[in-house]
């Protein structure tokens, strides 16, 4: 079993900043990649940022230049730097993990519960 957590998010005016965290735990093996995905009221989930077991990056077109994706691995946590939010940056976002289970030695994909972010004046 495999649970995510993430924290930070909450409410920040435009142009300003909040960093994500998002933590794994459980029967781990190896984190493969693990990413932020975020969904709008009314809107379709999209991809945030991605990182790989690498180092590898990957960033949506509408974050790129502003959100950071970073990972500590020894601690099993990936984080989210976003500057310059703007309103439409209002999300609840989600981490997501490829991890290979401990002991089974299969790879599956794990979803955290969310976390608000609003970007209002």
């Known amino acids: 079993q495999v649970q995510l957590v993430e924290s930070g998010g909450g409410l920040v005016q435009p142009g300003g900043s909040l960093r994500l965290s998002c933590v794994a735990s459980g029967s781990i093996f190896r984190i493969n990649a693990m990413g932020w995905y975020r969904q709008a009221p009314g809107k379709e989930r999209e991809l945030v940022a991605v990182v790989v077991s690498g180092g590898t990056t990957n960033y949506g077109d509408s974050v790129k230049g502003r959100f950071t994706i970073s990972r500590d691995t020894a601690n099993n946590t990936v984080y989210l730097q976003m500057n310059s939010l703007k309103p439409e940056d209002t999300a609840v976002y989600y981490c997501?993990?490829?991890?290979?289970?401990?002991?089974?030695?299969?790879?599956?994909?794990?979803w955290g519960q969310g976390t608000q972010v609003t970007v209002s004046s």
């Open positions: 997501n993990a490829l991890i290979t289970i401990l002991r089974f030695m299969t790879q599956r994909s794990f």
